[in-house]
């Protein structure tokens, strides 16, 4: 088994190489994927490989002639040909579980930061503005309700730290588990739909998956359905929310502010609106996608649970009769594995970062 890791940063390489070594593989990291170097065949051999950056396309999959097995370095899967893998008999799987109490730690910070206008107070103390007669419209936290859309890994991770500070919170999940701890323990309520949650909420912390049903299901109607006054906090993706109607909806003043993570194309456009808002105003707070990435802890999982579960995929590609316990956690082409003796048991522990896929596919 040789696995290969292609990009580099956030301190790549050691941590995947010891989790390959100890499976009895062999690691490689090398600079970003390269047609010249793939055209003079020295990707062959290749068992399985790791990206960070790069659109992982068909053409890219045919390059890589002895690979069955691919991830991308997180969750995210946007950029990978699912269909192309799946013709080429490619698994592609993905690890959810590097950092959820890094993102659901950064999203509270952002949510106070953005609150309290911290960022903008620190500012006018820089520049020698010593003035505490500012307006303060904030209501007291512990008057408010919040709301977590997407109760997965993160948002089972976020609950229990936003108890005891807000006076209620509520959650909805179109795929919610009530079997987890969070839900039986009584520590959110659940909503039975969106809107539901939207018209009580004063603040929304996002940490859904984006999918053809989520894809700027925070639009103009989810904004005017929020109360008077309540923050938006998006820790998931890009594309789960329509920036120019949250623009029109801080404009409007309908909106107490909202803090972003991440954005429909990234890096960001500059000259955006939310950008030219944010210029000159206090309430819009940016990130650079780094909520997963906040802790050492968090980067160290990154790297050493990518190549955990490649290095399951690759096992599973090899032993069509694994253990079910020992396949990873999240395949997104998860077809290619119907037909194998455990699915049936994988299937049916399905992990949350995997059941929501199952459940929209109709597979649960």
């Avoid at 005891?164 to 839900?183: H, I, N, P, Q």
């Amino acid at each position: 088994m040789k696995i290969v890791s292609f990009g580099g940063g956030c301190n790549v390489g050691q941590a995947e190489a010891d989790v390959v070594k100890e499976a009895g593989g062999e690691f490689e990291l090398l600079p970003e994927f390269d047609y010249v170097d793939a055209a003079a065949n020295r990707y062959n051999g290749v068992t399985a490989a790791l990206f960070r950056r790069l659109a992982i396309n068909r053409e890219v999959f045919v390059k890589l002639p002895d690979c069955i097995a691919a991830a991308r370095y997180g969750a995210g899967l946007e950029a990978v040909d699912l269909e192309a893998a799946t013709d080429l008999g490619i698994l592609i799987v993905s690890n959810h579980t590097y950092g959820p109490d890094a993102v659901s730690s950064w999203a509270k910070s952002l949510f106070h930061a953005v609150r309290g206008e911290i960022h903008a107070w620190h500012q006018t103390v820089l520049v020698g503005d010593w003035r505490n007669d500012y307006p303060i419209i904030s209501k007291p936290i512990s008057t408010l309700t919040a709301g977590v859309v997407g109760l997965g890994t993160i948002g089972q991770t976020l609950v229990p730290q936003l108890q005891g500070e807000f006076k209620r919170v509520v959650g909805y999940d179109l795929y919610a588990d009530k079997s987890a701890a969070v839900v039986k323990d009584g520590l959110v309520e659940l909503m039975d739909d969106f809107e539901s949650l939207l018209e009580v909420a004063n603040v929304v912390f996002i940490h859904c998956a984006q999918t053809p049903i989520t894809t700027k299901i925070f639009n103009k109607s989810a904004f005017e359905r929020l109360p008077q006054g309540a923050y938006i906090v998006n820790c998931a993706r890009g594309g789960i929310l329509d920036e120019n109607a949250l623009v029109d909806a801080l404009e409007s003043g309908h909106l107490g502010g909202a803090a972003m993570d991440v954005y429909g194309q990234e890096p960001p456009i500059l000259d955006s609106r939310p950008f030219e808002y944010a210029r000159t105003h206090r309430n819009l707070l940016f990130s650079p996608h780094i909520a997963g990435l906040s802790t050492e802890q968090a980067r160290i999982n990154l790297n050493a649970h990518s190549a955990e579960v490649l290095v399951r995929a690759v096992r599973l590609q090899q032993n069509p009769n694994l253990d079910w316990q020992e396949w990873p956690k999240s395949i997104a082409n998860f077809e290619m594995v119907k037909g194998l003796p455990g699915y049936q048991d994988w299937k049916a522990n399905a992990q949350p970062c995997m059941r929501w896929r199952l459940l929209q596919a109709g597979a649960l």
